[in-house]
């Protein structure tokens, strides 16, 4: 059982360029979701979905953007990359409440903007 | 605006010892509080959640208290190990459908031998 993906687990991109980070999920889950994590901030949700086709903004949602055409696939798109979009990105999903209230995380992208 | 604050930022305690992190909350619609730990280079894994209903939640040597009128909550590690050296997460859940965590800023706790 692989739990999420994430891929790719490093990348360094110059600003202006745009890149997709991809998540997928093999436990059937409805609701995904990407965060960000920074020092000292905790991590803070940017988008998240509730199903295949259902998507919307979390706490910084700005120069992200998500889509959601499956249950397995949730990936995240930097549109255009600027040094404040350097951070640690996870992606993270959640079954039905009937099988708990478990939010299972990536293992992280690591992105740097130079 | 920060809806939950955690503290202390960084923790040392001698193993064996007890290792406590306190969190805050503001928003009294969250409904669902876990704590998560995280390892260098990992992502977050829950190491133990509550609900508002109830005040405290053991496991093995975790637990949770919960102050609802406070609106607080903290975690307690006892007979910390070294093992336990990492960092770790309060959050909150606005809704509990919908996957969403409001986190605390992290603690790095450092166990000594």
């Known amino acids: 059982n692989a739990g999420v993906t994430q891929t790719p687990k490093f990348q360094v991109l110059k600003t202006g360029q745009s890149m997709t980070l991809q998540c997928a999920q093999d436990m059937n889950h409805e609701y995904m979701s990407w965060y960000r994590q920074d020092p000292g901030m905790g991590l803070r949700l940017i988008h998240y979905s509730v199903g295949a086709g259902i998507t919307d903004q979390g706490e910084v949602p700005n120069g992200y953007n998500v889509s959601r055409s499956t249950t397995e696939d949730f990936p995240l798109r930097l549109l255009s990359a600027a040094p404040s979009q350097t951070s640690v990105y996870f992606c993270a999903s959640r079954g039905q409440a009937a099988s708990g209230n478990t939010i299972y995380f990536g293992e992280g992208s690591w992105l740097t903007v130079v | ?102 986190f605390g800023q992290g603690t790095t706790l450092q166990v000594k031998p």
């Open chain 2, 1 to 102: 605006q920060q809806q939950v604050k955690q503290s202390p930022q960084s923790l040392i305690v001698q193993k064996g010892g007890i290792s406590i992190i306190n969190c805050a909350y503001e928003n009294t619609a969250f409904d669902y509080f876990p704590w998560y730990q995280q390892f260098p280079g990992k992502g977050p894994a829950l190491l133990i959640a509550i609900r508002p209903d109830v005040s405290e939640k053991k496991e093995g040597r975790f637990t949770i208290s919960f102050n609802k009128s406070a609106k607080q909550f903290s975690l307690h590690i006892m007979d910390s190990q070294p093992g336990d050296s990492a960092t770790y997460f309060c959050a909150a859940s606005i809704g509990s459908n919908t996957g969403k965590l409001i």
